[in-house]
């Protein structure tokens, strides 16, 4: 037998060696102390790809701190087509202030960017799949994965940002045609969040549930690794979500002037939140529940 087909045929062995340790500890240990272990071991394996990462996310948001719309072009003028495409609807660029419809009194300006919804998405990809795809310290494979997630992420912040832009357009006109709303008024900024919120906060879910689906299949058929972790399933994009959009926020205008208008857009995120990730959770409820009473009526006949 060649050496190169022995060592292949080992390591494979020491791979199925390995998955079935991980499932006799997995068996045999508190479920908090395999969530410790498992940290404990995605610290050390990926440790450097996560802190290239956090790195790479607190320059980036150094950047956005100090940029205009025309430092934010390269992120403004494909979500400016992308509306057009979608609706029809064209913006004119105008240097230092972005991009604009004279007719609709409408700007896609930095705050209209989606850059910290870029960023929120990578961190949630990164962090939550990395361990899945990418085999134990290989630096090169997790840096590409890295890129792969920052890429990915601004690929779908134009398609997340476009849509939240034709709503913004639309929802506020189709209200005043209702005779429910008045524009120009206080409720302009509320209605803002709130339109945001909804777009951004579902959006991030369903890409982390459908990241969640591809990653899963794949790892399955790549190499085995435990998925624990002490914030289950959709609580981790909530999580990145609540740290960019609340954290460090929060930080920055935690002794500023601007601290009662924050905890009222603070209280009005949270709670929109809250529901998104209720609705969301809900389907899964009514199955255990179901499930619950199934094996409930079961017992119950075997037991008469």
């Known amino acids: 037998m060649k050496p190169f087909k022995t060592w292949k045929i080992f390591s494979e062995d020491h791979q199925t060696l390995s998955c079935s340790a991980n499932r006799?500890?997995?068996?045999?240990?508190?479920?908090?102390?395999?969530q410790l272990i498992d940290i404990k071991n995605r610290i050390q394996q990926y440790g450097r790809i996560y802190l290239?990462?956090?790195?790479?996310?607190?320059?980036?948001?150094?950047?956005?701190?100090?940029?205009?719309?025309?430092?934010?072009?390269?992120?403004?003028?494909?979500t400016a087509w992308w509306v057009r495409v979608l609706s029809g609807i064209s913006f004119k660029n105008i240097p230092h202030i972005g991009y604009v419809?004279?007719?609709?009194?409408?700007?896609?300006?930095?705050?209209?960017?989606?850059?910290?919804?870029?960023?929120?998405?990578?961190?949630?990809?990164?962090?939550?799949?990395?361990?899945?795809?990418?085999?134990?310290?290989?630096?090169?494979s997790g840096l590409t994965f890295m890129l792969g997630g920052f890429g990915i992420s601004y690929l779908l912040t134009i398609l997340v940002n476009g849509l939240r832009i034709i709503?913004?357009?639309?929802?506020?006109?189709l209200l005043?045609?209702?005779?429910?709303?008045?524009?120009?008024?206080?409720?302009?900024s509320l209605l803002h969040t709130l339109i945001g919120t909804?777009?951004?906060?579902?959006?991030?879910?369903?890409?982390?549930?459908?990241?969640?689906?591809?990653?899963?299949?794949?790892?399955?058929?790549?190499?085995?690794h435990p998925d624990a972790g002490f914030v289950p399933g959709l609580l981790r994009p909530a999580c990145w979500y609540f740290f960019f959009v609340l954290g460090i926020p929060l930080l920055n205008r935690a002794s500023g002037s601007e601290s009662g208008q924050f905890r009222d857009y603070a209280a009005l995120v949270s709670f929109v939140c809250a529901v998104i990730l209720m609705l969301a959770a809900f389907p899964n409820i009514i199955k255990r529940c179901h499930a619950s009473l199934a094996s409930l009526l079961i017992k119950r006949r075997h037991a008469s």
């Open 52 to 78: 290239v990462t956090l790195t790479a996310l607190f320059f980036l948001k150094l950047f956005y701190r100090n940029a205009d719309s025309t430092d934010l072009k390269w992120l403004l003028a494909p």
């Open 198 to 224: 909804v777009v951004y906060f579902s959006s991030l879910l369903i890409i982390y549930q459908l990241a969640d689906r591809v990653t899963l299949r794949i790892s399955r058929t790549a190499h085995c």
């Open 167 to 173: 709503v913004s357009i639309e929802l506020p006109m």
């Open 101 to 140: 419809n004279h007719d609709l009194r409408f700007i896609i300006a930095r705050s209209c960017s989606g850059f910290q919804f870029m960023l929120i998405t990578a961190a949630a990809l990164i962090f939550s799949f990395l361990h899945r795809i990418v085999p134990e310290k290989r630096i090169s």
């Open 176 to 188: 005043e045609g209702w005779g429910v709303w008045e524009p120009g008024g206080a409720g302009d």
């Open 24 to 34: 006799l500890i997995d068996q045999t240990l508190p479920h908090s102390a395999r």
